[in-house]
Each structure stands twice: as structure tokens, then as C-alpha cells.
């Protein structure tokens, strides 16, 4: 998305303000609240584009990797998972609020592209910015005058200059969860998935990324196995968990470990979150084991 956008000018006396203001309102009410939208539409969009990119079966860690029916499929997941969110219905367009049909234009570009059956009609704009883990949420009445004059081979035209002004901004420059894996040296990536097993992978994981929170979804990505907790729970001495503790390493739940975590001092880290950490000290192995996180006898001998 552009660095520098122009204010809008959606204010009282617009001729857009009215509808545009109700339909924003409503989109705002029906995901919670102003708050709750700033929290569930980023995770939402992460989630749209991660799907697609596959990293764990495909190797590809970003976006510019994918091919071009894959770029387009985002657009289609971002519609329905946004509907989907907003117990929106489908409508002559992609779907309807208050009574108006509404298009949902989604780019990881600079730009929408404005089909004809959308004129004068309004749109919700989305933007997810991946180089730097910005997301957009806008709302427009796609008049001519705020399109371009050009249009594409099948007659889209996209938002001209001027025409940025006459968007409403629900969210703008709004952070959102950078792909886990991009930011990974890609030796590391390597090193994780070469494991042969849900555990030799979740360890490698949990080895190589200590100290850092790893969301949920990766976990499970990793595992890529149906009962993915399963391969970070004790088992017997052969889960990951197991494996680790040899190695004087614990991990942690953010849900059930948050007291633990803030005494050894460790990132923050959300209910959906685990997180891992060397229990290099006596002393931190003792508060550990009182948690219920002993390490094994054998390196506890060594330490």
C-alpha cells in the first residue's frame, strides 16, 4: 500500500458521509466493537494468506513466491472469511448490509481494481501491506469521479489519486501479524522441517526458536499431524516435551504457564501461544519442577 495516503474527506456534508458512516458502523457493531475488529481482521487476513502459502508442505515462505491463480485465490478467501466474520449474506454483489449491495475489493498491492457492475456502488476496500505487516479496512462509493480514466482488459478501472480521499478508514497502516516464517533464516526453516517426525520437527522448533513466542498455528503446521498437541505433551519419555527436558529445555503455555513464564523473565506470550526456554541455573530448574516442568534428573545432574 502507498506510504503516504491523503485524508479522507468523508466528513458531514460529503455526499457519501451518510452511507458510508451507517455501513461503517454496522461493520464495526456486527465484529464487536472498534477493538475487537482491530484484533480479529488482522488475525484474519495472516490466516487467508498463510493457507496459501503453505509454508510447512511447500517451502515457500512469502507471498511473492506463489503463482498467479494462488495471488488471485487470496482475494476470493479474503470475501468469504470476512463474510464469514461479519455474519454478512452473499448479495448480488459479495454481499449486502443494511440493504445496499456492497462489492469487497482485496490487493497486497498499492490499488484496487473496480469492476463495472460496481459503479456507484459501494465497497469495502481491503490491503494487507506483507513487507511490512500493515493491513487496511476501508469503505467507498465507487463513483467515476474517483476512479481512473484507463481500465484494464476487462474494463476495471482502479482508485485515481484524488479519488484516496473519498475513502472512510476503519482500520489504516493498522499492524498485523508478520509471516512467522519470512522472518526466519532460511537454514533454520531447513533445520525444522528436515526432522522425519510430528517430534523430531515440534523439537527442532522448540530447539532452535527458544525464548520466543510461537503462535498456535505454527505448532499445528509443524506437527502437520491430526493431534498436533499430542507431539508437545509428555509421552512416555518419547514426546517432545520428553525429548527436550534431556536437554534441560522446557515449554510453555501461555494459558496454563503465564505465572512461570513472567518468573523466568521470558517474552510475553498469549493464551495461544507456547514458548520455550533453557533452564540453565539451579534455581530456575527448582521453579520449574515446582510448576510441574521437571527437567531430567541426568542433565539436572550435569547443569
Known amino acids: 500500500m502507498k506510504r503516504k495516503l491523503p485524508p479522507s474527506c468523508i466528513c458531514p456534508g460529503h455526499s457519501d458521509h451518510a452511507l458510508l458512516s451507517a455501513l461503517a458502523q454496522e461493520i464495526t457493531t456486527r465484529s464487536g466493537g472498534a477493538i475487537e475488529l482491530a484484533e480479529c481482521f488482522p488475525a484474519m487476513l495472516r490466516e487467508c494468506i498463510d493457507n496459501v502459502i503453505m509454508t510447512p508442505k511447500t517451502g515457500r515462505r512469502s507471498y511473492e513466491e506463489l503463482e498467479k491463480t494462488e495471488k488471485t485465490y487470496i482475494g476470493t478467501r479474503v470475501e468469504i472469511e470476512l463474510r464469514a466474520m461479519l455474519r454478512l449474506p452473499k448479495g448480488r454483489l459479495d454481499t449486502k448490509i443494511l440493504g445496499h449491495d456492497v462489492d469487497i475489493k482485496h490487493t497486497m498491492g498499492s490499488n484496487w481494481m473496480i469492476p463495472t457492475e ?4 459501494p465497497c469495502i476496500l481491503v490491503a494487507a501491506d ?12 465507487a463513483r467515476m469521479d474517483y476512479l481512473t480514466a484507463g481500465q484494464n482488459k476487462d474494463a476495471k478501472r482502479s482508485i485515481s489519486a484524488e479519488g484516496f480521499c473519498h475513502i472512510l478508514w476503519l482500520l489504516c497502516d493498522q499492524p498485523y501479524p508478520a509471516n512467522f516464517w519470512r522472518i526466519l533464516p532460511e537454514e533454520t526453516v531447513a533445520r525444522i522441517f528436515d526432522g522425519d517426525s510430528g517430534n523430531a520437527r515440534m523439537a527442532g522448533l522448540f530447539r532452535a526458536l527458544q525464548g520466543r513466542p510461537i503462535p498456535r498455528d505454527v505448532v499445528e503446521a509443524v506437527a502437520a499431524q491430526k493431534d498436533f498437541m499430542r507431539r508437545i ?4 519419555g518419547h514426546g517432545t516435551r520428553d525429548l527436550l527436558a534431556r536437554e534441560g529445555i522446557v ?10 513464564i513472567r518468573a523466568l523473565g521470558l517474552s510475553h506470550c498469549s493464551r495461544s501461544e507456547f514458548i520455550s526456554a533453557s533452564l540453565s541455573t539451579s534455581a530456575e530448574q527448582r521453579l520449574a519442577a515446582s510448576a510441574g516442568h521437571p527437567i531430567c534428573e541426568d542433565f539436572s545432574d550435569r547443569a
Do not use: F
Request: hydrophobic share 35%.
Open 130 to 141: 506483507e513487507p511490512r505487516a500493515r493491513c487496511y479496512l476501508g469503505l467507498i462509493v
Open 118 to 121: 460496481a459503479i456507484d456502488q
Open 233 to 236: 505433551r509428555s509421552d512416555g
Open 251 to 260: 515449554i510453555l503455555e501461555g494459558r496454563k504457564d503465564a505465572q512461570l
